[in-house]
T-cell receptor, first 118, second 115 residues
Framework: GNSVTQMEGPVTLSEEAFLTINCTYT??????LFWYVQYPGEGLQLLLK?????DKGSNKGFEATYRKETTSFHLEKGSVQVSDSAVYFC?????????????????FGKGTKLSVIP | KAGVTQTPRYLIKTRGQQVTLSCSPI?????VSWYQQTPGQGLQFLFE???????NKGNFPGRFSGRQFSNSRSEMNVSTLELGDSALYLC??????????????FGPGTRLLVL
């Protein structure tokens, strides 16, 4: 089946430090890949996405490149801020097994809690 | 355009009771999915609805059910609540044009506490 593995943390960084959160996946076919962010007490917000190999998703200074050869989608940011403190989830969307046509299911990693200190 | 809304935001129930959660998708979105989030199990897929039909179902007992209405709004129901059902329940909607996997947009969630 499909699966996503990401570093679980927690990760604590000083402001302006470089961030990398590793994410690798296992899937049949060609999934779309996502990073979602969850702030305390809130739902998930889409951070960025990539739909095919070598695509780079970017948003708010965060970047991730869809690497099919290494089945990875690592999240990076050059200079983190205190406001980036949150839980980050890597996810893939692929056809749902044994389901109706056109159904796609998100599979999530376990999340990485990031704390940025001033 | 308004985002995904979920009601209620917080709920406290006792074991054995049943509960209904509501989700209104983004206008124009036709697919609604539900997820359960717990500290131990993380984010787990419950089910997906499209055109008032359940199109996909995760590995949860039959106590968990849902439905979708003609305006794409969705409800999920949990009967005979157990302590382990305490979780954040998230609803997500997507446009679903049939052109492949699409972005799912999440609501703020309903936090259920079972005592």
């Amino acid at each position: 089946g499909n699966s996503v593995t990401q570093m679980e943390g927690p990760v604590t960084l000083s402001e302006e430090a470089f961030l990398t959160i590793n994410c690798t996946y296992t899937a049949t076919g060609y999934p779309s890949l996502f990073w979602y962010v969850q702030y305390p007490g809130e739902g998930l917000q889409l951070l960025l996405k990539a739909t095919k190999a070598d695509d780079k998703g970017s948003n708010k200074g965060f970047e991730a490149t869809y690497r099919k050869e290494t089945t990875s989608f690592h999240l990076e940011k050059g200079s983190v801020q205190v406001s980036d403190s949150a839980v980050y989830f890597c996810a893939l969307s692929a056809p749902a097994p044994n389901s109706g046509a056109g159904s796609y299911q998100l599979t999530f990693g376990k999340g990485t809690k990031l704390s940025v200190i001033p | 355009k308004a985002g995904v809304t979920q009601t209620p935001r917080y709920l406290i129930k006792t074991r054995g009771q049943q509960v209904t959660l509501s989700c209104s998708p983004i206008s124009g979105h036709r697919s609604v999915s539900w997820y359960q989030q717990t500290p131990g199990q993380g984010l787990q897929f419950l089910f997906e609805y499209f055109s008032e039909t359940q199109r996909n179902k995760g590995n949860f007992p039959g106590r968990f059910s849902g439905r979708q209405f003609s305006n794409s709004r969705s409800e999920m129901n949990v009967s005979t609540l157990e302590l382990g059902d305490s979780a954040l329940y998230l609803c997500a909607s997507s446009l679903d044009t049939g052109q492949g996997p699409e972005t799912q947009y999440f609501g703020p969630g309903t936090r259920l506490l079972v005592l």
